[in-house]
């Protein structure tokens, strides 16, 4: 692990120096160093050296990228992943993808990418493909998490009003679990994006606070914006141009009634495709 950091500090420190050096003089960037300089330099003077930085913040702004690292990468993979599987099995909602994606990016595939670059803006304005995301989230949360408990917080059973000391403990926060309670959601196993996108009063409407694959509070996911606009430019740019088949067998093993169920893969801490999701590519014609 200190080998690692050591690694990785050095790979990213003439990063931060050069952002503090160039800071000013390039506009309309906004890397996350641009971001983490100019988050510094408000505090300090805007002429300092790049020679010369608080070791604090250059400790603070690596740890911070490690994370963005983390989370645009291995997590977003994975959903990415069970997102191909999930529209593979509900043609319907593939082809309800595609069109918007037809209305949104333009008809002409190719153009796409360029359609992108010249207008970021139109990544926002796909509800359907996030509404896709947040499903394949809910079903397939890449992670839970952990919190350590304390003296003065207590976990209340909300029927019989028991407090239960979390003192000593660390207390998991399962989210596959709790995003297919079918007292929070309704069809808690179908793949049904539509209802990310009814309003408050139907049968469908999501309970607030109850999606939770990035968690909430002062201390949820920082990648969780960066993880989502991958996902949506990955999707743009793939869905119309290749057609992802999951090619698991029919006699394999199932979880949760899903062949494609989430394992945990030595060395790693997200939930990753059992048997690595094997898939046939092809090209769109």
């Known amino acids: 692990m200190w080998n690692n950091n050591r690694v990785m500090k050095n790979y990213l420190l003439p990063h931060i120096r050069r952002g503090i050096s160039e800071y000013g003089k390039i506009e309309g960037y906004k890397t996350v160093t641009n971001l983490a300089v100019k988050a510094y330099l408000k505090e300090v003077k805007p002429s300092s050296s790049a020679d010369n930085i608080d070791p604090g913040f250059i400790d603070m702004a690596i740890a911070q990228m490690k994370m963005f690292i983390f989370a645009g990468h291995d997590t977003t993979a994975?959903?990415?992943s069970f997102a191909y599987h999930l529209l593979w099995k509900n043609p319907t909602t593939l082809v309800t993808l595609r069109a918007e994606h037809d209305s949104v990016l333009g008809s002409d595939v190719a153009k796409a990418a360029a359609n992108i670059t010249a207008s970021p803006q139109l990544l926002n304005k796909l509800p359907y493909t996030s509404a896709v995301i947040k499903e394949t989230l809910r079903l397939f949360p890449p992670v839970g998490t952990v919190r350590q408990g304390r003296k003065d917080f207590f976990l209340i059973h909300p029927d019989t009003g028991i407090r239960y000391p979390t003192d000593g403990f660390m207390i998991f926060?399962?989210?596959?679990?709790?995003?297919?309670?079918?007292?929070?959601w309704p069809r808690p196993d179908d793949f049904v994006p539509e209802r990310w996108l009814v309003g408050e009063g139907d049968p469908m409407h999501v309970r607030k606070n109850a999606f939770r694959p990035f968690e909430l509070g002062p201390r949820n996911c920082i990648g969780q914006e960066l993880a989502q606009l991958e996902l949506r430019a990955i999707l743009a740019l793939t869905v119309r141009e290749l057609e992802v088949q999951s090619v698991y067998s029919e006699n394999g093993g199932r979880v949760l009634n899903e062949l494609a169920y989430q394992t945990m893969v030595p060395g790693a801490i997200t939930g990753h495709p059992s048997h690595g999701m094997p898939v046939r590519v092809k090209i769109m014609s």
């Open 173 to 184: 926060g399962c989210s596959v679990a709790e995003h297919r309670n079918a007292a929070f």
């Open 78 to 80: 994975g959903a990415l």
